[in-house]
């Protein structure tokens, strides 16, 4: 089914917002909070309409508000956020939708560059508007970024061993049960990248307001969260199609999809939920301690599996 991947990134920004409605709500449910409602009860008609759109109506807003650019900001400031985009967009053509993507030979390197490139954009339009909170914000993705890309590189590219290929669409299965090791790291990985606490220090709200993104507004901030929105969609649906995949083709294929989807999406938010945030130096020393520890035996345990086992 590749011939109609795309429509890929259409599903990924409508999944995507159910996605982020379900991390709001988890996290205010552990929280004893009551979060974004899914029936309006009717006493409530007239003052909360949220329900499930509740992150769509969100960046509806922020689109709808005018745009302010810093004195000191350059042309990257505003080409950042584009181009972020651009890539999040082009990554969900690689990433498989009950069996829908482009299925390129080449797919998962491809697919490293594009979530790389994404996030070096977000860093180079937040460091452009010549905030210090930016800075600061861009210096610990980057520590983050160079202590993670590695063990999650090592995690996915296990698989390749395995299956020997570099096709996302060749290398789908249940392989939490034959490479739990490249499992654990990839999951990690993806903690990470979409700052999820402890990770969500480079944009620590009670330190550096909002990092990277403090200076944004208006279209550009939309643009950044309609970003995050396909990011959340594109890394979760990865790790459910690396690793909780049972082949299955029809309408069955597209239940074990989003049911792979909505299990890693939950474990997310009761990781986000339970846990506090690192500090930047407790943070890359971790990674650098045990999910590259793992990414390692991930490595062996799949060459293991494919020449000696």
Known sequence: MTGIFWINPVIALCTGIFLSFLLRKLNARIQSRRGPVIRVPPAWRDINRTKILQPLYDILKLFSKSTFIPEKASPFFIMGPVMALVCAVLATFFVPIAGISFDYSFGLVVLFYLLMGEILCVIVGGVASGSLFAVIGGVREIELMLTNEIPFI???????????????????????????????????????????????????????????????????????????????????????????????????????????????????????????????????????????VISVFAVVWAAMWRYVL
């Open 154 to 292: 090592l995690g996915t590219f296990a698989l390749a061993i395995s299956y020997n290929t570099l096709s996302v669409s060749e290398m789908m299965g249940f392989n939490l049960v034959t490479n739990p090791f490249a499992a654990i790291v990839v999951f990690l990985s993806i903690l990470v990248k979409l700052h999820i606490k402890p990770f969500d220090i480079s944009d620590a709200e009670s330190e550096i307001v909002s990092g990277l993104t403090t200076e944004y507004s208006g279209k550009l901030l939309g643009t950044l969260e309609v970003t995050k929105l396909m990011m959340i969609f594109v890394l979760v649906a990865l790790f459910a199609d690396l690793f909780l995949w049972v082949p299955s083709s029809g309408i069955i294929a597209w239940l074990v999809f989003f049911a792979g989807v909505g299990f890693t999406t939950v474990l997310i938010g009761l990781v986000h939920s339970l846990f506090g945030r690192f500090r930047i130096d407790q943070a890359t020393w971790w990674l650098l301690k045990v999910p590259l």
